[in-house]
């Protein structure tokens, strides 16, 4: 009916130091439990315990499979 002709692209490449770089990288993803190139923050686990991750992250195929919607994108 209507394509999504408005499309809210966020352009982070404008300067980027090599400080911390905490959203987009390799890391751990929580959904098929292994290591995965670029995952994402997906969600933050308020309540963190003993041993376990404080945040979830996913890599581009479980976010595919998932349907995981990172909590930037929100
Ligand atoms: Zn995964």
């Not at 315990?49 to 990172?70: E, K, Q, T, W």
């Amino acid at each position: 009916m209507t394509r999504p002709e408005k499309l809210t692209t966020q352009h982070t490449s404008s300067t980027q130091t090599t400080t911390t770089t905490t959203t987009t990288a390799h890391g751990y993803c929580c959904w098929h439990n292994g290591d995965a190139e670029d995952v994402r923050l997906i969600d933050v686990l308020e309540t963190v315990s003993r041993g376990g991750a404080p945040a979830l992250f996913a890599c581009p195929p479980c976010r595919d499979r998932y349907r995981l919607v990172p909590l930037a994108d929100r």
